[in-house]
């Protein structure tokens, strides 16, 4: 069963906290995204992971940092979380290059206050 | 890079009309183009594509047209039903596994 899961689902967190959320993937997939949702802004890119350590910025990097050391997972880090960083973040995933079908987690709700 | 815009932000059709979605691109080099699905709370899953060498791509109820002269694709959705009550983001890109979304489209389904 192909899935892509996201821990945790709902966070709330002070302002100039640390934040980690995490995502997996049992599909062996190459490629992993991290995006954040806003209302009537769609999707936004943060970052794409090409493979393990192999990370690039999206358009919107500042303020998050990533981790991929093991190809299932992929982590998003917030040093110092900002009140304009409450969103839904999704992770997604992807099989490898020219495959571009993209399979999303059930997204991560984090409010910062 | 590529900007897609999705021309309706909302969309109220009655069941069982067809509703058409969208879309424009900005990059020539762009050459896939799939299509999203958002139902309310939930996460985006995958529903149609197309890519650039057809025009034309049918799955059941969902048609999917690509005009590359003008830089603009579309979703027909035929027959509507109440579950396909969501909303749906366009997106374009070219072959590096880099998709650039739309704002997306709510679909209301009328009974």
């Known amino acids: 069963d192909m899935k892509v899961t996201q821990m945790p689902r709902y966070l709330i967190k002070r302002m100039g906290e640390n934040v980690l959320l995490e995502c997996g993937q049992d599909?062996?997939?190459?490629?992993m995204y991290w995006y954040r949702q806003d209302p009537g802004l769609g999707l936004q890119l943060i970052y794409i992971?090409?493979?393990?350590?192999?990370?690039s910025e999206g358009d919107i990097p500042k303020g998050y940092r990533v981790s991929r050391k093991k190809r299932e997972h992929f982590s998003l880090i917030l040093d110092s979380a900002k009140t304009n960083q409450t969103s839904v973040y999704f992770c997604?995933?992807?099989?490898?290059?020219?495959?571009?079908?993209?399979?999303f987690g059930p997204g991560t709700r984090l409010t910062v206050l | 890079g590529e900007k897609v815009e999705q021309h309706e932000s909302t969309l109220s059709v009655r069941e069982g009309d067809s509703a058409v979605i969208n879309c424009t691109y900005t990059?020539?080099?762009?050459?896939?183009f799939p299509w999203y699905k958002q139902e309310a709370g939930k996460s985006l899953h995958f529903v149609i594509d197309?890519?650039?060498?057809?025009d034309r791509k049918q799955s059941q109820r969902l048609i999917v047209l690509l005009d590359k002269k003008a830089k603009r694709f579309s979703l027909h959705i035929t027959a509507t039903q109440p579950e396909d009550s969501a909303i749906y983001f366009c997106?374009?890109?070219?072959?590096?596994?880099?998709?650039?979304f739309g704002d997306g489209t709510q679909l209301v389904v009328k009974p």
């Open positions: 599909m062996s997939h190459e490629t």
């Open positions: 197309i890519r650039s060498n057809v």
């Open positions: 990059d020539t080099a762009s050459s896939y």
């Open positions: 997106a374009a890109s070219r072959s590096n596994n880099r998709i650039f």
């Open positions: 992971s090409y493979d393990v350590d192999s990370n």
């Open positions: 997604a995933s992807s099989r490898d290059w020219g495959s571009y079908e993209q399979y």
